[in-house]
C-alpha cells in the first residue's frame, strides 16, 4: 500500500503550502457561487446542434443510476486516497479549480443544443447546489465535466490498483454518458486533453509547495 511521505503537520509547516491551499480553497467557493448563474446563462441562449455519427448509431437508455454510481464511488475513492496525500491533495484542488475555469470559457465559447436522443441525466445533488434553473440543464456540454473529474482524479493518486480502477471508472463514464446521450462524442474527447492541461498547470502552480526532497511517492 502507498503511504503518503509528507504529512499532514510538515505540509502545514510550511507558510507556501499552507498559503497556496487558503488561494484555492477560495476560488473554489467564489467559484461554486458563481456557477448557478452561469449555467442558468448557458441553458437560456441558443447554440448549435452538432452532426455525431456515434450518436446516430448508438440507441440512447437511461443509464443515469448506474452512472453515478460509477461517479461518487470513483470520487469517494479519489477523495479517500487523497487527504491523507496533503501535497497530491493540494495539486488536485488547483487542477478541479483550472478544470471549471476551462470548462466556463469552453462553454461559453461554444454554445452549443443538446444531442439529438438526449436522456436527462439527473445529478441531485449538483442540480440542487450548482444550477440555478427551474428546468434540467441540459446544455453543459462541452466538455464532459463527469469524464474530466474521474480523469484528474486518475492522474493524481498514486500508481498502483486505484490508478487502475479510476482509469476504468472514467472509460465507463465516458461510455455511458454517451449511452445517456447526455453528451456528444466531441465533449469526452476533449475532456482528455483538457483535464491533462489542467493537471500540469496545477503542477506548476504548486510546485513551491513541493520541495524536491519531500516528493510524494
Not at 507558510?15 to 457561487?33: D, K, N, Q, Y
Not at 470513483?74 to 496525500?85: A, C, N, S, Y
Amino acid at each position: 500500500m502507498n503511504s503518503p511521505s509528507f504529512t499532514w503537520r510538515e505540509a502545514w509547516a510550511k507558510s507556501a503550502f499552507r498559503g497556496r491551499l487558503v488561494a484555492v480553497l477560495g476560488l473554489l467557493l467564489t467559484l461554486a457561487a458563481l456557477l448557478p448563474r452561469f449555467f442558468a446563462f448557458v441553458q437560456a441562449r441558443p447554440g448549435r446542434l452538432l452532426p455525431d455519427p456515434l450518436l446516430a448509431w448508438l440507441p440512447a437508455h437511461n443509464v443515469s443510476v448506474p452512472a453515478f454510481v460509477v461517479i461518487y464511488l470513483g470520487i469517494g475513492l479519489g477523495v479517500v486516497t487523497l487527504v491523507p496525500r496533503p501535497l497530491r491533495l493540494l495539486r488536485t484542488l488547483w487542477a478541479y479549480w483550472l478544470l471549471h475555469l476551462l470548462r466556463c470559457c469552453t462553454l461559453f465559447l461554444l454554445p452549443l443544443e443538446p444531442p439529438t436522443g438526449l436522456l436527462i441525466l439527473r445529478d441531485p445533488l449538483v442540480e440542487r447546489f450548482f444550477y440555478a434553473a427551474p428546468e434540467p440543464i441540459t446544455k453543459d456540454l462541452f466538455f464532459s465535466g463527469h469524464t474530466a473529474t474521474l480523469l484528474l482524479l486518475t492522474l493524481a493518486v498514486p500508481p498502483g490498483w486505484r490508478r487502475g480502477a479510476l482509469a476504468v471508472a472514467t472509460l465507463l463514464i465516458g461510455c455511458l454518458v454517451l449511452v445517456q446521450h447526455a453528451h456528444y462524442t466531441y465533449d469526452v474527447l476533449a475532456a482528455v486533453p483538457l483535464t491533462l492541461l489542467a493537471y500540469w498547470l496545477a503542477g506548476q502552480i504548486s510546485r513551491p509547495a513541493r520541495p524536491a526532497a519531500h516528493l510524494q511517492t
